[in-house]
C-alpha cells in the first residue's frame, strides 16, 4: 500500500473526561526566538541525534555559534541586549542597579538564594541540519552554556562547544565539525534514567566528512531559505516589554519606584 498511515500509540479512553476539552498547554514564556523561527528550535529526544552544524554565513557578523546572555522572570525568559549590541544595557540593569543602592539585601546571593536575580545566564545559539529518516531539516540549536566552574553539570552547548575545539596529542583539532567541506556529523544521545530529575548527554563526532552543500541541495527550496543570520532570528525586546518582564520578578510598588528613579 503506498503512503501508509500512520497512527498515535492506542490509549485507552477515560469517559469522565470532556471529550472537548484541549490538551494542556505550556504557558512558559520563552521569547529568545521570533516567534517564526520559535518551532525551529531543535529539543532532544531520548536517544541518538545525528546533526551537522551549519558553519558560518557570509551575510552574518558573527561565527557558526552565537553566545547569548539570557535574563529570567517568572514563567519565562529573553535575551539581554547586549547579545546583539554591545554594552547595551537591559532595564534588569537599571533595576540591579536601583537595588543595590537602595535594597541590597534583596539581591539574589550565595547568602541569600531568595533574593531577586537579575544577572544573566549564558546560552549558546547555533544552526544545524539534523538527520530524520534519511533527510535532513534546519533546525537551531539554543542550549545553556554553562562551564561547571561554580559547580554542578556543564551546560550541553558548553560540551558541544568544547568537543568541537578538542585538540589530539599533537595540538591538532580531533575532527573538525565546522567547515564546509571536510566537516563531520556530531552525535548527541539523550538518556532519561528512570528517577533522574534532569538527562544525561554523551557526544562523539563522526568519522566521515559530510559536506554540507550536497545535504543542503537535496532539501526544498522552502527548507533552505529558512536558514538566516543567527542575530536575525533572535527577539529583541523593546524597554517597555523588558518592564513587564521586570514586573514578574518583583511587586509593582518596587517596580515603580524603579521607574521613577531613570523617568520611565
Known sequence: MKNPIEF??????????????????????????KPEYAERRLRFEVGQTWLRIIPALAK???????????????????????????????????????????????????ANKEGTRLLGDPVLLFWALVEKD?????????????????????????????LTQELDENGRPVADAISPEAGVLLGVEKTQAPGAKYPGYQLKLGRQP???????????PEERSVIRPLEEVVRPLTDEEQWTCLAKLMTPETVAKIRESVGK
Not at 559530510?210 to 526544498?220: C, D, G, K, Q, T
Open 60 to 110: 552574518s557578523v558573527h561565527p557558526w555559534v552565537l553566545p547569548l546572555y539570557v535574563l529570567e522572570f517568572n514563567g519565562g525568559r529573553f535575551v539581554h541586549p547586549r547579545s546583539l549590541t554591545p554594552r547595551a544595557r537591559s532595564v534588569y540593569d537599571v533595576a540591579y542597579g536601583w537595588l543595590k543602592e537602595n535594597a541590597p539585601d534583596s539581591l539574589f546571593s550565595k
Open 210 to 220: 559530510r559536506p554540507i552543500v550536497p545535504l543542503l541541495e537535496e532539501m526544498a
Open 8 to 33: 498515535a500509540p492506542h490509549r485507552e479512553i477515560n469517559l469522565t473526561e470532556s471529550l472537548w476539552a484541549k490538551p494542556q498547554q505550556s504557558t512558559y514564556e520563552d521569547l529568545i526566538l
Open 134 to 162: 534519511g533527510r535532513y531539516t534546519p533546525r537551531l540549536i539554543l542550549e545553556r552554556a554553562y562551564d561547571g566552574s561554580r559547580g554542578g553539570v556543564p551546560g550541553l552547548a558548553h560540551r558541544i562547544l568544547k
